[in-house]
């Protein structure tokens, strides 16, 4: 029985039914203008502590090493000595080294580091091993002995076999059966005594507290070097998959539905059998049976996967996931024939607007950007600080550890209380009000990284929708639509709803910004033994990603009604907001269900490059042993893969994701907003309308299509 001229009901009260309303209106009016002024300045803003950073930092400070006067090693005057040498490595094992990351010895820039062990007593006396010697020092000491040279720390007390890591010269240290050698030597002499080379071994130790983590990333990073080209390759071919599938979608979406689902049960199903056969063939292999809680962390990962517990948890995690996917898909068979018929409707419309799955390489593009510029400002702004020196003394000084200037220090208090105290370079710090306020302007610089990212994806979200709802609310499909209906939409998204945009990706940017606070506590309180404040931590950081997870959904809707209306963020949301609470069976039942359709089918285009490149990658097949890179860590690439075929079929998936939810809306407003009689037709297709309305008398009420081919009927019939 059709309605009243507006008389459909919202919370209640009656609305205005439009009879002119023809889907995303044209004549718009700009939406959340403060916010949009709000935005632009804090953009300007942005702009500003860029240019702020970038004038102040100096990324030289975290790429090249730094000598005891602060100089850049292998850059300006040193350009020719790359390489930071240590006086007395046994220096570097103070713990004042794990405070100030700087060793209380003289540090000089140097071409190589040296290849003998020698010491300063004995090159003096002999001319070509003295020249060699000098190289090392930090002034030439001309006629001087050798005690003033040692007293003045000219050069070193003795030289010891080295080799260059991480642009520092290390003690070239072996093992002889159970014993440390240095140089093929057990001892050393340190122009005092003769030292066991194990003495050393504390030195290093503190010098290179991070040398297994960087030892690891100079490895990883040697592999991308190594496998960047076929990295490229196997994403590329994420990209044509993920074409592919799409293409199969728009003409055989039936079909395409089912064989996904049937794919990722059996790349699972492989998955599971594949890591049982490893899992079998280790029994008997000699330390495979350790767990890996007595292994514990290993720099060297391929180490886990000759662990049979490795493949048993692989076992457990596969199982587990393919039950679960297996269990919903019987629950939701019915559902999923539906589903089906909706993405056939969804398929059209991308048809339609075949423009649109490539927005996505827009969207990246911009989020790139954006990415990069948050990068580039955030290393500056870390390194804008300036060179801090602090007094280094052998033996009990009352200055010990405090600031001093380099220039001036041998005329002042302290190098006359401390007549063998050293100004050296310490680490990088500042007093000014900018170095005191630079925390302020990191933080201002995540935030901005958020928001911007946020409208990035805001953007594209109501860009598609707004190019998908024109599809929707055309009377005859397709030639009522703009023709070019994704450019329309991102002109009206730009032009009059930025301020929107803003607004929404603001409210998300605040609750991330909250979330990266509340790890960061929980990181501090890592130690803390008090059980109240880890459970409230606990507590807070669930519920502000529940409610990051909430704004994401509604703000999602909320574009698509600004979208098709052109109203200011809150109204469209919180119509958005009671649409779907009047029709949230619908929503449970369809559109979430065809949600978790495309993410079946994300699987397998993952699951499919993953599987070729784990096989090009590992060298376990002959067919590829010939082309695949010799690697230290092959799970590198294939990491680096997976996570890039994700994101590359997210970025075309999401189209039709899209495509559904703006259908979906589109739909459940139309039901309301009209009643299907031949005054006020629904805009959906037939098709739609059989989707979403079975068990009802949808057959009996014409769409806006049907009223169309009517009316061109009756009036080629009036001109006959």
Same mark, same amino acid.
């Given at each position: 029985?059709?309605?009243?001229?507006?008389?459909?009901?919202?919370?209640?009260?009656?609305?205005?039914? =439009?009879?002119?309303?023809?889907?995303? !209106?044209?004549?718009?009016?700009?939406? =959340?203008?403060? $916010?949009?002024?709000?935005?632009?300045?804090?953009?300007?803003?942005?702009?500003?502590?860029?240019?702020?950073?970038?004038?102040?930092?100096?990324?030289?400070?975290?790429?090249?090493?730094?000598?005891?006067?602060?100089?850049?090693?292998?850059?300006?005057?040193?350009?020719?000595?790359?390489?930071?040498?240590?006086?007395?490595?046994?220096?570097?094992?103070?713990?004042?080294?794990?405070?100030?990351?700087?060793?209380?010895?003289?540090?000089?820039?140097?071409?190589?580091?040296?290849?003998?062990?020698?010491?300063?007593?004995?090159?003096?006396?002999?001319?070509?091993?003295?020249?060699?010697?000098?190289?090392?020092?930090?002034?030439?000491?001309?006629?001087?002995?050798?005690?003033?040279?040692?007293?003045?720390?000219?050069?070193?007390?003795?030289?010891?076999?080295?080799?260059?890591?991480?642009?520092?010269?290390?003690?070239?240290?072996?093992?002889?059966?159970?014993?440390?050698?240095?140089? =093929?030597?057990?001892?050393?002499?340190?122009?005092?005594? !003769?030292?066991?080379?194990?003495?050393?071994?504390?030195?290093?130790?503190?010098?290179?507290?991070?040398?297994?983590?960087?030892?690891?990333?100079?490895?990883?990073?040697? =592999?991308?070097?190594?496998?960047?080209?076929?990295?490229?390759? $196997?994403?590329?071919?994420?990209?044509?998959?993920?074409?592919?599938?799409?293409?199969?979608?728009?003409?055989?979406?039936?079909?395409?539905?089912?064989?996904?689902?049937?794919?990722?049960?059996?790349?699972?199903?492989?998955?599971?059998?594949?890591?049982?056969?490893?899992?079998?063939?280790?029994?008997?292999?000699?330390?495979?049976?350790?767990?890996?809680?007595?292994?514990?962390?290993?720099?060297?990962?391929?180490?886990?996967?000759?662990?049979?517990?490795?493949?048993?948890?692989?076992?457990?995690?596969?199982?587990?996931?393919?039950?679960?996917?297996?269990?919903?898909?019987?629950?939701?068979?019915?559902?999923?024939?539906?589903?089906?018929?909706?993405?056939?409707?969804?398929?059209?419309?991308?048809?339609?607007?075949?423009?649109?799955?490539?927005?996505?390489?827009?969207?990246?593009?911009?989020?790139?950007?954006?990415?990069?510029?948050?990068?580039?400002?955030?290393?500056?702004?870390?390194?804008?600080?300036?060179?801090?020196?602090?007094?280094?003394?052998?033996?009990?000084?009352?200055?010990?550890?405090?600031?001093?200037?380099?220039?001036?220090?041998?005329?002042?208090?302290?190098?006359?209380?401390?007549?063998?105290?050293?100004?050296?370079?310490?680490?990088?710090?500042?007093?000014?009000?900018?170095?005191?306020?630079?925390?302020?302007?990191?933080?201002?610089?995540?935030?901005?990284?958020?928001? $911007?990212?946020?409208?990035?994806?805001?953007?594209?979200?109501?860009?598609?929708?707004?190019?998908?709802?024109?599809?929707?609310?055309?009377?005859?499909?397709?030639?009522?639509?703009?023709?070019?209906?994704? $450019?329309?939409?991102?002109?009206?998204?730009?032009?009059?709803?930025?301020?929107?945009?803003?607004?929404?990706?603001?409210?998300?940017?605040?609750?991330?910004?909250?979330?990266?606070?509340?790890?960061?506590?929980?990181?501090?309180?890592?130690?803390?033994?008090?059980?109240?404040?880890?459970?409230?931590?606990?507590?807070?950081?669930?519920?502000?990603?529940?409610?990051?997870?909430?704004?994401?959904?509604?703000?999602?809707?909320?574009?698509?009604?600004?979208?098709?209306?052109?109203?200011?963020?809150?109204?469209?949301?919180?119509?958005?907001?009671?649409?779907?609470?009047?029709?949230?069976?619908?929503?449970?039942?369809?559109?979430?269900?065809?949600?978790?359709?495309?993410?079946?089918?994300?699987?397998?285009?993952?699951?499919?490059?993953?599987?070729?490149?784990?096989?090009?990658?590992?060298?376990?097949?002959?067919?590829?042993?010939?082309?695949?890179?010799?690697?230290?860590?092959?799970?590198?690439?294939?990491?680096?893969?997976?996570?890039?075929?994700?994101?590359?079929?997210?970025?075309?998936?999401?189209?039709?994701?899209?495509?559904?939810?703006?259908?979906?809306?589109?739909?459940?407003?139309?039901?309301?907003?009209?009643?299907?009689?031949?005054?006020?037709?629904?805009?959906?297709?037939?098709?739609?309308?059989?989707?979403?309305?079975?068990?009802?008398?949808?057959?009996?009420?014409?769409?806006?299509?049907?009223?169309?081919?009517?009316?061109?009927?009756?009036?080629?019939?009036?001109?006959?």
């Amino acid at each position: 029985m059709p309605v009243e001229e507006g008389a459909y009901k919202k919370n209640g009260e009656p609305k205005k039914f =439009d009879p002119d309303f023809k889907g995303p !209106i044209q004549n718009r009016g700009c939406t =959340d203008i403060v $916010c949009c002024i709000f935005f632009i300045v804090a953009i300007v803003g942005y702009v500003a502590v860029g240019i702020l950073a970038w004038t102040h930092g100096d990324p030289r400070k975290v790429i090249y090493p730094t000598d005891s006067m602060g100089l850049y090693c292998g850059q300006g005057k040193l350009e020719k000595q790359p390489l930071l040498f240590y006086f007395n490595m046994m220096k570097c094992a103070s713990p004042m080294v794990l405070l100030e990351f700087q060793c209380p010895t003289p540090q000089v820039c140097v071409e190589k580091c040296p290849d003998r062990t020698m010491t300063l007593v004995t090159a003096v006396g002999k001319t070509q091993d003295w020249e060699y010697y000098k190289s090392y020092c930090r002034a030439d000491p001309g006629t001087k002995s050798v005690p003033q040279i040692l007293q003045e720390k000219l050069c070193p007390a003795y030289l010891i076999s080295s080799k260059p890591f991480l642009q520092r010269c290390f003690p070239s240290l072996g093992k002889k059966g159970e014993v440390i050698t240095v140089g =093929d030597q057990e001892t050393f002499n340190d122009g005092d005594k !003769i030292r066991d080379a194990k003495d050393l071994v504390a030195g290093m130790k503190n010098a290179t507290i991070v040398m297994e983590g960087r030892q690891v990333a100079m490895k990883i990073f040697e =592999d991308y070097t190594k496998s960047w080209y076929w990295i490229l390759i $196997c994403l590329l071919i994420a990209v044509v998959v993920s074409l592919i599938f799409i293409v199969l979608l728009r003409y055989l979406a039936g079909i395409m539905v089912w064989v996904m689902i049937v794919m990722v049960i059996a790349v699972f199903a492989y998955g599971i059998v594949h890591c049982s056969i490893k899992y079998v063939n280790l029994k008997d292999t000699p330390g495979a049976n350790i767990t890996l809680q007595q292994l514990g962390f290993q720099p060297d990962f391929s180490v886990y996967l000759h662990i049979r517990q490795t493949w048993l948890a692989f076992i457990i995690i596969l199982a587990i996931l393919e039950v679960i996917i297996i269990i919903v898909l019987i629950f939701l068979r019915n559902r999923i024939r539906i589903a089906v018929e909706l993405m056939k409707e969804a398929s059209r419309a991308v048809g339609y607007v075949m423009s649109s799955l490539f927005y996505p390489i827009f969207t990246f593009f911009l989020l790139t950007i954006v990415i990069a510029y948050w990068g580039v400002t955030a290393v500056f702004l870390s390194t804008s600080s300036e060179p801090v020196y602090k007094v280094f003394n052998e033996t009990v000084c009352p200055h010990a550890r405090e600031t001093c200037i380099p220039e001036n220090f041998t005329l002042s208090n302290m190098k006359r209380d401390c007549p063998r105290s050293e100004c050296l370079f310490a680490f990088y710090g500042g007093e000014t009000p900018y170095h005191k306020y630079l925390i302020f302007l990191q933080f201002y610089n995540v935030f901005l990284f958020f928001w $911007c990212a946020n409208f990035v994806t805001a953007l594209g979200q109501m860009t598609l929708a707004g190019a998908f709802a024109s599809y929707y609310w055309a009377p005859n499909k397709p030639n009522d639509m703009p023709a070019f209906p994704l $450019c329309a939409s991102l002109g009206r998204s730009l032009r009059y709803h930025t301020g929107s945009l803003a607004f929404g990706s603001l409210i998300l940017a605040i609750v991330q910004i909250i979330r990266v606070l509340l790890e960061y506590i929980d990181h501090k309180l890592k130690g803390a033994e008090n059980k109240f404040a880890k459970f409230l931590l606990c507590c807070l950081k669930c519920c502000f990603w529940c409610l990051e997870k909430f704004i994401k959904f509604m703000n999602r809707n909320a574009y698509i009604m600004v979208a098709i209306y052109g109203k200011n963020f809150c109204r469209s949301a919180r119509d958005a907001f009671f649409l779907l609470m009047r029709n949230v069976i619908r929503v449970v039942v369809l559109d979430k269900v065809t949600d978790f359709i495309l993410f079946l089918g994300k699987l397998l285009i993952v699951g499919l490059v993953g599987i070729f490149a784990f096989f090009f990658f590992s060298g376990h097949t002959d067919a590829f042993k010939g082309a695949a890179p010799s690697l230290h860590y092959y799970w590198v690439p294939i990491l680096t893969v997976l996570v890039g075929s994700y994101l590359i079929a997210h970025g075309f998936f999401s189209v039709y994701a899209m495509c559904v939810d703006t259908l979906f809306l589109c739909f459940c407003e139309d039901l309301e907003r009209n009643d299907g009689s031949a005054t006020r037709p629904y805009y959906m297709t037939t098709e739609l309308r059989d989707i979403l309305m079975k068990g009802t008398d949808a057959a009996q009420t014409p769409t806006s299509r049907d009223v169309a081919m009517q009316l061109t009927a009756l009036d080629k019939t009036m001109e006959n």
